[in-house]
């Protein structure tokens, strides 16, 4: 298939489209003023008709036929509508010619059409070479010449077609020469449209190529605010988000490398240590509960990815069931007893209810809930306090947790749940996480059809809250 560009497509599509449109235009404009021209030429020749006839009657009124006044009539009317011209009695027998006519017609008797029409005293216009008189096919007019009720005879004036034809064909090149300069015009409208549509077309395709060998800086420049316009816009914020995703990307690689080799190194040297007895035995224990930590944090960080691999393959599996969010909750604040007393954190569990029964998959809640629990721990202080509130409206169950900690700014508000974002004043205090635990938590969230929203103020505290389907129990 030959590579044809767009460009020339619709080049070629709007200058046929101009070209069959002056085509009609033309042929129509052509068609009407043949038309109209043709109607002036016969009702001019009707008029000259028409005062030959008031003369002729007004000369059989005083009695006396001047034929050489008559014949002067011819030669003038001849003179100034360019027509040959003729007068016949009412016999059907030619009296009189101007000089554009053979003299021996003059006595002859024409038999045609236009002279039956006239001798029938109505008036005639055709088409056509006259009994023969002439050679050449020309316009015929005739008008009957009645003085009284009696039809004397008929006068004709004929004008050859040619000369019809030629002014035209004057008239189609005068259109014709305006034509082209609109069609020039035309042509050049087109051409910087079309371009203004192809540019930035072209640049996209250009910037994607450059974004395909791994650039996500190339920019199109936005100049129109057409459809157009609109997707060189779609693809800058594409190019955005692909650079940041990019950004992210690298720092992602950057923080599971340090996440990985951290805990391998401290791992490894404890090993070695223990191996060729440089800890003594009465300390080997306390560092292999160390070790223990470690692989903790290495287990943690293997299934952040692979749910983070189930969420990109939208993989995720739901297994919903009925249980209570409250026992859940309980559960979880044990798991984390140890953390919190060595924080000294005081821990408050406010339950709207004493039994409130959610339907949802317990697993992926307690992950949900843990994740929660762990990051208001990192951020609130020594001394400092965690609640965690049910509330139940509307036939949901909203899950709060609360923490008194610095808080996260408005504008990190907005990031917090995109993956691998650390707010700044997480980045002394998150060092066993690379910002996968919220962007987890919300897509848990989402996939049970619910939603997850974060309200926080700097120096005062930050709070999470999920909202789950509430089971009316019994």
């Known amino acids: 298939?030959?590579?044809?560009?767009?460009?020339?497509?619709?080049?070629?599509?709007?200058?046929?489209?101009?070209?069959?449109?002056?085509?009609?235009?033309?042929?129509?404009?052509?068609?009407?003023?043949?038309?109209?021209?043709?109607?002036?030429?016969?009702?001019?020749?009707?008029?000259?008709?028409?005062?030959?006839?008031?003369?002729?009657?007004?000369?059989?009124?005083?009695?006396?036929?001047?034929?050489?006044?008559?014949?002067?009539?011819?030669?003038?009317?001849?003179?100034?509508m360019g027509a040959s011209v003729f007068f016949m009695n009412d016999k059907g027998q030619v009296?009189?010619?101007?000089?554009?006519?053979?003299?021996?017609?003059?006595?002859?008797?024409?038999?045609?059409?236009?002279?039956?029409?006239?001798?029938?005293?109505?008036?005639?216009?055709?088409?056509?070479?006259?009994?023969?008189?002439?050679?050449?096919?020309?316009?015929?007019?005739?008008?009957?010449?009645?003085?009284?009720?009696?039809?004397?005879?008929?006068?004709?004036?004929?004008?050859?077609?040619?000369?019809?034809?030629?002014?035209?064909?004057?008239?189609?090149?005068?259109?014709?020469?305006?034509?082209?300069?609109?069609?020039?015009?035309?042509?050049?409208?087109?051409?910087?449209?079309?371009?203004?549509?192809?540019?930035?077309?072209?640049?996209?395709?250009?910037?994607?190529?450059?974004?395909?060998?791994?650039?996500?800086?190339?920019?199109?420049?936005?100049?129109?605010?057409?459809?157009?316009?609109?997707?060189?816009?779609?693809f800058n914020y594409m190019a955005e988000s692909l650079e940041k995703t990019e950004n992210s990307r690298q720092k992602f690689i950057a923080n599971i490398s340090h996440d990985l080799r951290s805990p391998l190194t401290s791992i490894q040297g404890f090993i070695s240590a223990i191996a060729d007895g440089t800890i003594p035995p009465e300390r080997q224990s306390h560092y292999l509960n160390i070790v223990l930590e470690e692989t903790a944090r290495l287990t943690k960080l293997a299934n952040d990815?692979?749910?983070?691999s189930k969420v990109e393959a939208g993989a995720i599996s739901l297994e919903v069931c009925e249980f209570d969010i409250n026992d859940m909750i309980r559960d979880s604040l044990n798991v984390f007893e140890t953390r919190l007393s060595a924080k000294k954190i005081r821990t408050q569990a406010v339950f709207a209810e004493e039994i409130t029964v959610v339907l949802a998959d317990p697993n992926m809640i307690q992950r949900v809930i843990q994740n929660l629990l762990d990051n208001a721990i990192k951020f609130t202080p020594q001394d400092g306090e965690i609640t965690v509130e049910t509330t139940v409206k509307s036939q949901k169950v909203f899950v709060s947790v609360r923490d008194n900690g610095e808080g996260i700014s408005r504008e990190e508000?907005?990031?917090?749940?995109?993956?691998?974002?650390?707010?700044?004043?997480?980045?002394?205090?998150?060092?066993?996480g690379i910002g996968l635990g919220l962007s987890i938590v919300k897509e848990f969230i989402k996939a049970h059809g619910e939603k997850i929203e974060v309200k926080s103020n700097e120096n005062v505290g930050t709070e999470f809250t999920f909202s789950l389907k509430k089971i009316e129990t019994k």
């Open 1 to 80: 298939m030959k590579n044809t560009t767009i460009f020339k497509k619709q080049m070629l599509l709007y200058m046929g489209i101009l070209l069959i449109s002056f085509g009609f235009f033309g042929a129509g404009i052509s068609v009407i003023y043949t038309r109209q021209f043709m109607n002036e030429q016969e009702q001019q020749l009707i008029l000259q008709c028409e005062r030959f006839k008031e003369s002729v009657s007004s000369l059989y009124f005083t009695g006396v036929v001047d034929m050489s006044r008559m014949s002067f009539e011819l030669q003038i009317m001849e003179k100034y």
């Open 95 to 234: 009296s009189l010619v101007s000089q554009s006519v053979n003299q021996q017609w003059v006595g002859q008797t024409i038999t045609d059409e236009a002279v039956s029409i006239v001798l029938a005293g109505r008036v005639a216009t055709v088409k056509g070479k006259i009994g023969g008189m002439f050679n050449e096919t020309v316009l015929t007019v005739g008008y009957p010449i009645v003085v009284g009720d009696k039809i004397i005879g008929g006068v004709f004036m004929c004008k050859p077609i040619t000369v019809l034809q030629e002014a035209i064909k004057d008239m189609r090149a005068v259109v014709v020469g305006c034509m082209i300069p609109v069609f020039i015009i035309g042509a050049m409208l087109i051409y910087y449209s079309t371009k203004r549509i192809i540019m930035p077309l072209r640049d996209m395709n250009d910037a994607a190529k450059i974004i395909a060998d791994g650039n996500f800086q190339n920019r199109i420049q936005v100049e129109s605010g057409d459809e157009v316009g609109q997707l060189a816009q779609s």
């Open 305 to 308: 990815m692979t749910d983070l």
């Open 413 to 432: 508000q907005k990031k917090v749940f995109e993956r691998f974002f650390k707010a700044d004043s997480s980045r002394g205090l998150d060092k066993g």
